[in-house]
């Protein structure tokens, strides 16, 4: 982080959020959040809705009548192969 | 690939063969982790090498084993149950083509994810989704477009977050943010590995999430008004 980024105002930190953003440096450790209350809540927000993301999606179950589809459509391959002689 | 048996019973039960192939343990936690799901590596080596010869009672297995995750994986990225049960069905026709060319070079679970992923955006470009010129296809129309400006903080987002509020937006978030969303904040992906699947830049992949999370802001704001009106 520089002196620049201290200085920099509301408008120009969010142009800088979409690069900060993945970088792997915690964002709320930037200068600009140090001074800016407002600045500081709306970053806690997106924050927030990512880290909600995460918990919101269980890993579910498929119904059980995917994998005959799946074997019907696995012995459709095969025969259509076998009669045009390709290995599968 | 050899021609193999398809009178098989469900891979979630097969006596028959369990005397070669280790039955799988049921992998119900939230983290989909293949580790975590009790099997040792030797038991996921020996099904895969069998698969891997054409062995229809070793593909049931893998299927039992991945099924979850790859189906709760093509869930998120459409948002729709009949399409993802449909994208899960070609992931692992695609994995009965493609199995005999996993060369081991990373987790047979990661080759297999990649696998779904690169399904699921067949299946978008196919729809009309241009993955390769981003910036264009995926830029909503400027009345879309999350506003420049960030407003008051809102202490409900703070707090708490209401869950189905949540679900609705990111099902409702346009299918290209929705993807990168997915794929980084969920799914856990850098913004170096989406680039390199969705063929964009770096920077293009920071873009897209960073307005797909002020979308979600937008709307998590807007969802207790809309709620209060009905």
């Known amino acids: 982080m520089t ?67 799946i074997e019907m459509a696995i012995q459709k391959e095969q025969n259509s192969a076998g009669q045009s002689g390709r290995p599968m | 690939m050899t021609s193999s048996r398809l009178e098989t019973p469900p891979p979630d039960h097969n006596p028959s063969a369990t005397s070669r192939i280790a039955t799988p343990i049921e992998n119900t936690s939230n983290s989909g982790d293949f580790k975590s799901a009790g099997v040792s590596n030797a038991t996921e080596a020996e099904t895969l090498a069998l698969a891997q010869t054409g062995d229809h009672y070793a593909f049931a297995q893998l299927y039992s084993l991945h099924k979850r995750r790859i189906y709760s994986l093509c869930l998120r990225m459409v948002g729709n149950v009949a399409e993802a049960e449909d994208l899960t069905q070609e992931a692992f026709l695609q994995l009965h083509r493609k199995i005999a060319t996993f060369r081991g070079d990373s987790a047979f679970s990661t080759w297999l994810h990649r696998l779904a992923i690169n399904v699921v955006l067949m299946r978008l470009r196919r729809k009309g989704l241009s993955l390769i010129s981003l910036d264009e296809a995926m830029e909503p129309a400027p009345e879309e ?82 709620e209060a009106r009905r």
């Open chain 1, 3 to 69: 002196d620049t980024n201290h200085k920099m105002n509301c408008e120009e930190f969010q142009s800088q959020l979409p690069e900060l953003i993945g970088t792997g440096e915690r964002i709320s450790d930037h200068p600009h959040l140090q001074s800016c209350e407002l600045c500081s809540a709306f970053v806690a927000e997106l924050e927030a809705i990512a880290e909600a993301a995460r918990q919101l999606f269980p890993i579910v179950e498929p119904p059980d009548e995917l994998w005959e589809h």
């Open chain 2, 145 to 226: 477009r999350p506003g420049r400006s960030f407003g008051a903080p809102d202490l409900n987002l703070t707090g708490s977050i209401d869950r189905l509020a949540l679900e609705r937006a990111i099902a409702n978030l346009p299918a290209g943010y929705r993807l990168i969303f997915v794929l980084h904040d969920i799914e856990g992906y850098e913004h170096n590995e989406i680039a390199t699947m969705l063929d964009c830049s770096i920077g293009n992949s920071k873009s897209q999430l960073h307005k797909a999370r002020l979308k979600l802001r937008d709307a998590l704001r807007t969802y207790p008004r809309q």
